[in-house]
């Protein structure tokens, strides 16, 4: 996994709440077998006009977010399915951070496992986010050693992390290998449950 | 100290346990399916990496596969690689699979119960969010991402923190004519879509004992849909009852023992829940989704909502786009909007007692003649019963189609899709937009409403029907 530290990148809003996995990459994408090249194929649906052209309102499209890195949502970001594709997506389009009031379940998970941080802001700082980006330029660094996300002018919110999801995130850890370093643990458990 | 359910599941899963680091349990039973598992057998290739348990871990093909007839080719090669890819995977790592032609293939969740895999105590996963299903069994069930899988699949093991709990209390009894679908469907509108996110939910109450497993299956299916990680429902004779039928519990040691231990899970009298949710049963009615998320529901006596109504800008701005997209006018009747296609499926709705239920009100009727209905059986097994119980020849003779079991439109991810602009009654679990193909309308409806709605053109109380 790449590890994660600090980014600095341009704050994209996609000013929806409840944004669900099919959404972020619609099912016909899932019949590959690779982990990537799901970026083109991110928000495939959105992106389009029902007759298939590019919807140039839609925030992707829009040329002063092509540069974006930083996507900020509204509340209960990546809700309904379970597909790893949905952060593959993301990070292969050029995310590297998420921001949102709330994340489901699965998504969080699914991103930690990818280094892709989702950062869960209050919704004051979310909505003050969408409304900037969308009037002007906005850039942000995300300082995960520090826990805080920080503008230029002063603004500055902190976040909170699993510690432990920290760690592994900055060190880019392989969790397999650490599960697999706890075989002793595996094999006791086994042993136990057997007699 | 008083335990619920889930301490009591944690607890006797916890392989290692650290302070400031996740838990790491143990888990029972591993499912797998075609479309989130090549990548992690990948994984375990490039890391040279064997599957830790093969005799814990089963696999069937279900997402992307043809519900018409099977002994012809899979026209689409990307379908057709990823089960190519299964068969593959199962085979170089000791995995049983449940292939295209077996008995026992069907949806991940209806073949799990079905066959006697799923057991009470347990902790299950799979890739795939509706894993929450088999919690219907006093099991610890979610749904987990390909990572996971792979990890999974090398060790046994998930490294998680234990999730919060929370109990929905049904109080009192449901009206007549009102099923499991319609109580979740209710439930969801009432916490909301992401009501129950970091928890588990366990249900309770008379009207959750009352039901069947089948019925158990479908509150806790939908879980995921409240945003929860898990729904679980205690064990009772009705558990015992439904797993002795499929499995000889000799096989699996002493079987006094086996059923003390699965009498002992439930929550134990004054164990505390970090929520509890009480919801009066008799407040229940048939419900229809009328939106883009399946929050967004109604019971079928009202009509579409008004957004000017809603309790902020947000909520407002997303039932307006909701409402857009479904092509609805705020204060329509639902039982006036006609419908283009019915589909009684999917992990939600697929077991024997959904289709007889359905083929009840259909029996002797003719789908509407702009109605296009069909029926796809959740498991293999699930199709041979209902044609055993001549069911596949009443929903045929009312014009319904009759196929092969697999997900199908729920998701649409083989052939089975609506066209742009089509309105679906639907027995799925989403109604997101595009779920079940682009531009497509989905109301989600119990198998019963489903049916009337295929018969009547639009949707119906299906209560008047039975009186």
Not at chain 1, 96 to 111: E, G, H, L, M, P
Not at chain 2, 52 to 60: I, S
Request: charged share 25%; aromatic share 6%; hydrophobic share 35%.
């Amino acid at each position: 996994m790449k590890p994660f530290t600090s980014h600095t990148g341009q704050v994209v809003p996609l000013n929806r709440t409840d944004v669900d996995t099919d959404q972020i990459i619609p099912k016909q994408f899932l019949k590959r077998i690779e982990r990537t090249g799901y970026g083109e194929f991110l928000f495939y649906d959105w992106r389009r006009k029902t007759d298939g052209s590019p919807d140039p309102t839609f925030c992707l499209n829009r040329e002063r977010f092509q540069e974006g890195s930083i996507l900020v949502a509204g509340k209960n970001f990546g809700c309904g399915s379970s597909r790893e594709h949905a952060p593959w997506a993301l990070m292969d389009y050029g995310f590297r951070v998420v921001i949102s009031s709330s994340f489901a379940d699965i998504f969080k998970s699914n991103c930690y496992e990818n280094g892709l941080l989702p950062i869960e802001l209050s919704e004051k700082a979310t909505v003050r986010l969408l409304t900037l980006a969308e009037k002007e330029d906005c850039s942000v660094t995300v300082d995960l050693l520090a826990q805080h996300v920080i503008d230029g002018q002063g603004w500055k919110e902190e976040f909170w992390v699993d510690p432990s999801v920290r760690d592994s995130l900055l060190k880019g850890l392989d969790r397999i290998s650490h599960t697999l370093s706890l075989e002793e643990h595996i094999k006791n458990y086994e042993t136990g449950r057997d007699a | 100290m008083p335990r619920t359910m889930l301490d009591k599941i944690w607890e006797k899963h916890l392989v290692h346990s650290q302070d400031q680091q996740p838990d790491l349990i143990y888990i029972d039973l591993h499912l797998l399916h075609e479309v989130t598992s090549p990548q992690a057998f990948e994984g375990l290739r490039i890391a040279k990496r064997q599957v830790r348990r093969p005799d814990l871990t089963f696999a069937t093909v279900d997402h992307n596969i043809p519900t018409t007839d099977r002994s012809l080719p899979i026209h689409d090669h990307l379908a057709r690689t990823q089960i190519k890819a299964l068969r593959e995977n199962a085979k170089d790592f000791g995995v049983t699979l449940y292939d295209v032609d077996s008995a026992e293939q069907g949806i991940v969740h209806v073949i799990g119960p079905e066959l006697g895999l799923t057991q009470p105590g347990m902790t299950i996963v799979c890739g795939d969010s509706h894993t929450s299903t088999h919690g219907a069994f006093g099991a610890l069930a979610f749904g987990i991402g390909t990572s996971q899988v792979e990890h999974v699949l090398a060790t046994q093991c998930l490294t998680m923190d234990k999730p919060k709990s929370m109990q929905i209390k049904l109080i009192g009894n449901l009206r007549s004519g009102v099923s499991a679908k319609d109580v979740i469907l209710g439930i969801i509108a009432r916490i909301g879509i992401d009501g129950g996110s970091g928890h588990v939910i366990e249900y309770t109450g008379n009207a959750i004992r009352n039901f069947s497993m089948e019925e158990r299956m479908t509150i806790c299916n939908m879980s995921i849909e409240a945003g929860a990680r898990a729904g679980m429902i205690s064990p009772d004779d009705t558990t015992v009852n439904y797993l002795l039928e499929r499995i000889e519990l000799t096989d699996i040691g002493d079987p006094s023992s086996i059923i003390d231990n699965w009498m002992n899970l439930p929550s134990d009298e004054g164990a505390t829940f970090d929520r509890v949710i009480e919801i009066d049963a008799n407040s229940l009615e048939p419900c229809v989704t009328w939106g883009t998320n399946p929050e967004m529901s109604i019971p079928i006596t009202e009509s579409i909502p008004d957004p000017q109504e809603a309790d902020s800008t947000e909520a407002r701005d997303a039932m307006q786009r909701a409402l857009h997209y479904m092509d609805l006018e705020p204060g329509t009747p639902i039982q006036r909007v006609s419908i283009d296609r019915v589909f009684i499926g999917s992990c939600t709705n697929s077991r024997l007692s959904d289709l007889q239920v359905a083929a009840t009100i259909v029996d002797g009727k003719q789908v509407n003649k702009d109605v296009k209905a069909m029926v796809v059986p959740g498991s293999t097994s699930v199709k041979k019963e209902a044609e055993e119980l001549g069911l596949d020849k009443i929903f045929l003779d009312a014009g319904f189609e009759w196929r092969e079991s697999g997900c199908s439109m729920c998701l649409g991810m083989n052939p089975d899709i609506l066209s742009p602009g089509e309105r679906c009654a639907s027995t799925s679990n989403r109604n997101f937009e595009g779920r079940q193909g682009r531009g497509g309308r989905t109301h989600l409806v119990s198998p019963a409403t489903a049916a009337g709605a295929a018969i009547a053109g639009h949707f119906v109380d299906i209560r008047e029907w039975l009186d």
